[in-house]
């Protein structure tokens, strides 16, 4: 049988579950993914449990934050006065404000903490620093 190796193009259905159980993202309730594994499209410790696994074989995978989404960078985090927001945003824990760089880049900051006169934004990813547990079937080798 001809197993996953990098640069093979792969369909997958994947489940993603954090520490404590809570379901993060899904394949099953869409379409399952394709991509060509060692592209970097996906985060590096799910592209590397594909490799050697059969068409059909289903396994489950502890992605380590590292091989995830990284650490969490406290310069990607800052406290800011509210009334540097703009006037028409009711700022509110769980939120995420979009903001342009000068590059043009779009960067999404989730607001984490408030207190009456200020907010913490962070621009890490929402996982970061999380250790991803993974339900990975392997589908297809296209």
């Not at 799910?46 to 995978?61: D, P, R, W």
Request: aromatic content about 6%; overall charge negative.
């Amino acid at each position: 049988m001809v197993q996953a190796k990098m640069g093979d193009r792969v369909k997958v259905h994947y489940k993603g579950t954090l520490d404590n159980g809570d379901v993060f993202d899904s394949s099953y309730e869409r379409h399952p993914i394709e991509f060509t594994i060692g592209e970097q499209k996906l985060i590096p410790g799910f592209e590397s449990a594909l490799v050697g696994m059969n068409e059909g074989e289903k396994k489950t995978v502890n992605v380590l934050s590292d091989e995830a989404y990284g650490q969490a960078q406290a310069d990607l985090i800052a406290v800011v006065k509210k009334d540097r927001l703009p006037s028409n945003i009711e700022p509110c824990v769980g939120q995420v404000l979009q903001v342009t760089s000068q590059g043009g880049a779009i960067i999404n900051f989730a607001i984490t903490d408030m207190t009456d006169d200020t907010v913490t934004l962070d621009a890490n990813h929402p996982l970061a620093g999380k250790d991803l547990l993974f339900e990975i079937e392997l589908l297809q080798i296209i």
